[in-house]
Protein backbone atom coordinates (compact mmCIF):
# COMPACT_ATOMS: atom_id res chain seq x y z
CA UNK A 1 0.00 0.00 0.00
CA UNK A 2 1.61 3.25 -0.95
CA UNK A 3 2.38 5.76 1.83
CA UNK A 4 1.81 9.48 2.40
CA UNK A 5 2.20 11.54 -1.11
CA UNK A 6 3.46 15.31 -0.87
CA UNK A 7 4.45 17.28 -3.81
CA UNK A 8 6.57 19.00 -4.67
CA UNK A 9 9.09 18.23 -2.37
CA UNK A 10 11.30 21.12 -2.64
CA UNK A 11 9.79 24.36 -3.42
CA UNK A 12 11.77 28.01 -3.40
CA UNK A 13 9.42 31.37 -3.21
CA UNK A 14 10.16 34.95 -2.68
CA UNK A 15 8.28 37.52 -0.34
CA UNK A 16 4.78 38.42 -1.10
CA UNK A 17 4.41 35.22 -3.47
CA UNK A 18 1.40 32.36 -2.82
CA UNK A 19 2.38 28.70 -2.26
CA UNK A 20 -0.28 25.66 -2.69
CA UNK A 21 1.00 22.41 -1.47
CA UNK A 22 -0.39 18.83 -2.48
CA UNK A 23 -0.75 15.75 -0.05
CA UNK A 24 -2.26 12.09 -1.09
CA UNK A 25 -3.41 9.94 1.96
CA UNK A 26 -2.99 6.32 2.38
CA UNK A 27 -5.85 4.72 0.06
CA UNK A 28 -8.76 4.76 2.23
CA UNK A 29 -7.96 7.10 4.60
CA UNK A 30 -10.62 9.89 5.10
CA UNK A 31 -8.79 12.20 7.71
CA UNK A 32 -5.49 14.81 6.45
CA UNK A 33 -3.79 16.66 9.26
CA UNK A 34 -1.12 19.45 8.12
CA UNK A 35 1.72 20.18 10.32
CA UNK A 36 4.50 22.86 9.85
CA UNK A 37 7.87 21.90 11.12
CA UNK A 38 10.63 24.89 12.01
CA UNK A 39 13.49 24.46 14.30
CA UNK A 40 12.93 27.14 16.32
CA UNK A 41 9.08 26.01 17.44
CA UNK A 42 9.19 22.18 16.31
CA UNK A 43 6.06 21.08 14.49
CA UNK A 44 3.01 22.40 15.19
CA UNK A 45 -1.22 21.76 14.28
CA UNK A 46 -2.11 23.95 11.42
CA UNK A 47 -5.28 21.99 10.60
CA UNK A 48 -7.09 18.56 10.24
CA UNK A 49 -9.90 18.06 7.34
CA UNK A 50 -12.15 15.22 7.13
CA UNK A 51 -14.98 14.67 4.74
CA UNK A 52 -14.14 18.12 3.12
CA UNK A 53 -14.06 20.06 6.02
CA UNK A 54 -11.96 21.28 8.14
CA UNK A 55 -12.47 20.08 11.75
CA UNK A 56 -10.35 21.71 13.68
CA UNK A 57 -7.21 24.30 12.93
CA UNK A 58 -4.18 25.41 15.01
CA UNK A 59 -2.68 29.03 15.89
CA UNK A 60 -1.91 30.18 12.74
CA UNK A 61 -2.69 33.39 10.66
CA UNK A 62 -5.37 33.18 8.02
CA UNK A 63 -2.91 33.15 5.42
CA UNK A 64 -2.49 29.62 6.18
CA UNK A 65 -5.82 27.66 4.16
CA UNK A 66 -6.32 23.90 2.70
CA UNK A 67 -8.79 22.62 1.56
CA UNK A 68 -10.08 18.93 0.99
CA UNK A 69 -11.23 16.97 -2.37
CA UNK A 70 -13.65 14.00 -2.59
CA UNK A 71 -11.03 11.60 -3.25
CA UNK A 72 -9.85 12.88 0.51
CA UNK A 73 -6.31 14.26 -1.28
CA UNK A 74 -5.76 17.93 0.54
CA UNK A 75 -3.75 20.98 -0.51
CA UNK A 76 -2.80 23.67 1.79
CA UNK A 77 -2.77 27.31 0.16
CA UNK A 78 0.26 29.74 1.83
CA UNK A 79 -0.63 34.00 0.57
CA UNK A 80 1.53 36.63 0.63
CA UNK A 81 4.77 34.71 2.15
CA UNK A 82 7.34 35.43 5.06
CA UNK A 83 10.08 34.84 5.42
CA UNK A 84 9.09 32.98 8.26
CA UNK A 85 7.10 31.01 6.81
CA UNK A 86 10.29 28.70 5.81
CA UNK A 87 9.59 25.34 7.09
CA UNK A 88 8.93 21.81 6.45
CA UNK A 89 5.07 21.62 6.12
CA UNK A 90 4.26 17.92 6.89
CA UNK A 91 0.88 16.19 6.02
CA UNK A 92 -0.34 13.11 7.65
CA UNK A 93 -3.25 11.12 7.32
CA UNK A 94 -5.53 8.53 9.00
CA UNK A 95 -8.55 6.61 8.81
CA UNK A 96 -10.88 8.97 10.89
CA UNK A 97 -10.78 12.10 12.19
CA UNK A 98 -8.69 12.25 16.01
CA UNK A 99 -7.24 8.77 14.76
CA UNK A 100 -4.69 7.28 16.99
CA UNK A 101 -2.37 6.18 14.15
CA UNK A 102 -1.58 9.07 11.85
CA UNK A 103 0.85 8.11 8.96
CA UNK A 104 3.14 10.98 7.91
CA UNK A 105 4.81 12.25 4.30
CA UNK A 106 8.04 13.16 3.85
CA UNK A 107 7.24 16.57 3.56
CA UNK A 108 8.07 19.61 1.63
CA UNK A 109 10.39 22.02 2.13
CA UNK A 110 9.42 25.30 1.43
CA UNK A 111 12.49 28.41 1.22
CA UNK A 112 10.98 32.03 0.93
CA UNK A 113 13.63 34.29 0.11
CA UNK B 1 18.67 16.14 5.66
CA UNK B 2 16.18 17.67 7.39
CA UNK B 3 17.34 19.59 10.41
CA UNK B 4 15.02 19.64 13.23
CA UNK B 5 16.34 21.65 15.26
CA UNK B 6 19.95 23.68 16.12
CA UNK B 7 19.58 23.06 19.75
CA UNK B 8 17.29 19.76 20.71
CA UNK B 9 18.31 17.66 23.71
CA UNK B 10 21.05 15.08 22.63
CA UNK B 11 21.69 11.37 23.50
CA UNK B 12 24.53 9.98 22.81
CA UNK B 13 24.29 5.57 23.17
CA UNK B 14 26.76 2.82 22.45
CA UNK B 15 25.24 0.22 20.59
CA UNK B 16 23.43 -2.90 22.50
CA UNK B 17 22.82 -0.31 25.28
CA UNK B 18 19.68 0.83 26.25
CA UNK B 19 17.92 4.32 25.56
CA UNK B 20 15.84 5.94 27.52
CA UNK B 21 14.27 9.49 25.73
CA UNK B 22 12.43 11.66 28.47
CA UNK B 23 9.50 14.10 27.75
CA UNK B 24 7.29 16.76 29.87
CA UNK B 25 3.87 16.99 28.67
CA UNK B 26 1.73 20.12 30.03
CA UNK B 27 -1.85 19.13 29.76
CA UNK B 28 -3.10 17.32 32.45
CA UNK B 29 -5.82 16.86 30.26
CA UNK B 30 -4.52 14.76 27.85
CA UNK B 31 -5.44 11.62 27.38
CA UNK B 32 -3.64 9.88 24.88
CA UNK B 33 0.30 10.18 24.53
CA UNK B 34 2.32 9.12 21.55
CA UNK B 35 6.00 8.75 20.65
CA UNK B 36 7.42 9.11 17.18
CA UNK B 37 10.67 8.72 15.24
CA UNK B 38 11.98 10.98 12.55
CA UNK B 39 14.87 10.14 10.36
CA UNK B 40 16.77 12.40 8.65
CA UNK B 41 14.66 13.42 5.23
CA UNK B 42 12.27 11.69 6.64
CA UNK B 43 8.12 12.70 8.26
CA UNK B 44 7.67 11.34 11.86
CA UNK B 45 7.06 7.76 11.85
CA UNK B 46 4.79 6.05 15.14
CA UNK B 47 6.45 4.08 17.42
CA UNK B 48 4.17 3.55 20.29
CA UNK B 49 0.85 5.47 22.10
CA UNK B 50 -0.49 4.74 25.87
CA UNK B 51 -3.76 6.02 27.21
CA UNK B 52 -3.88 8.34 30.47
CA UNK B 53 -5.60 5.17 32.25
CA UNK B 54 -1.91 3.20 31.91
CA UNK B 55 1.01 3.77 32.96
CA UNK B 56 3.12 1.34 30.77
CA UNK B 57 2.76 -0.57 27.60
CA UNK B 58 5.52 -2.43 25.72
CA UNK B 59 5.89 -2.60 22.09
CA UNK B 60 8.79 -4.38 20.05
CA UNK B 61 12.30 -3.43 22.25
CA UNK B 62 10.62 -0.37 23.44
CA UNK B 63 8.85 0.55 26.35
CA UNK B 64 6.50 3.48 27.30
CA UNK B 65 6.41 5.04 30.69
CA UNK B 66 3.97 7.80 31.58
CA UNK B 67 4.27 8.93 35.36
CA UNK B 68 0.84 11.05 35.62
CA UNK B 69 1.83 12.94 38.65
CA UNK B 70 4.62 14.82 37.57
CA UNK B 71 3.28 15.03 34.08
CA UNK B 72 6.45 13.00 32.42
CA UNK B 73 6.61 10.30 29.74
CA UNK B 74 9.37 8.67 28.90
CA UNK B 75 10.72 6.05 25.85
CA UNK B 76 12.95 3.00 26.29
CA UNK B 77 14.69 1.31 23.40
CA UNK B 78 16.05 -1.74 24.35
CA UNK B 79 19.53 -3.18 22.66
CA UNK B 80 19.84 0.19 20.64
CA UNK B 81 20.97 -0.23 17.12
CA UNK B 82 22.49 2.35 14.89
CA UNK B 83 18.92 2.23 12.57
CA UNK B 84 17.36 3.93 15.78
CA UNK B 85 19.09 7.19 15.70
CA UNK B 86 17.21 9.60 14.43
CA UNK B 87 14.99 12.44 16.59
CA UNK B 88 12.22 11.31 18.65
CA UNK B 89 9.32 13.49 19.51
CA UNK B 90 6.15 12.77 22.27
CA UNK B 91 3.28 13.75 21.33
CA UNK B 92 0.13 14.58 23.35
CA UNK B 93 -3.78 14.67 22.78
CA UNK B 94 -6.11 16.24 24.89
CA UNK B 95 -8.73 13.82 23.60
CA UNK B 96 -8.71 10.48 21.91
CA UNK B 97 -10.57 11.37 19.50
CA UNK B 98 -13.88 13.67 18.69
CA UNK B 99 -13.68 17.45 17.77
CA UNK B 100 -10.84 18.92 19.76
CA UNK B 101 -8.08 16.72 18.23
CA UNK B 102 -4.71 18.32 18.27
CA UNK B 103 -1.57 16.89 18.94
CA UNK B 104 1.02 19.01 20.53
CA UNK B 105 4.71 18.03 20.06
CA UNK B 106 7.53 18.41 22.46
CA UNK B 107 10.49 19.49 20.99
CA UNK B 108 12.92 16.15 20.20
CA UNK B 109 15.41 14.50 21.54
CA UNK B 110 18.51 13.64 19.26
CA UNK B 111 19.71 9.80 19.63
CA UNK B 112 22.93 8.80 18.30
CA UNK B 113 23.81 5.43 18.36
CA UNK B 114 27.41 4.46 18.14
CA UNK B 115 28.74 1.64 16.77
Known amino acids: KAGVTQTPRYLIKTRGQQVTLSCSPISGHRSVSWYQQTPGQGLQFLFEYFSETQRNKGNFPGRFSGRQFSNSRSEMNVSTLELGDSALYLCASSLDPGGREQYFGPGTRLTVT | GESVGLHLPTLSVQEGDNSIINCAYS??????FIWYKQESGKGPQFIIDIRSNMDKRQGQRVTVLLNKTVKHLSLQIAATQPGDSAVYFC??????????????FGKGTLLTVNP
Open chain 2, 27 to 32: NSASDY
Open chain 2, 91 to 104: AENPHSGGSNYKLT
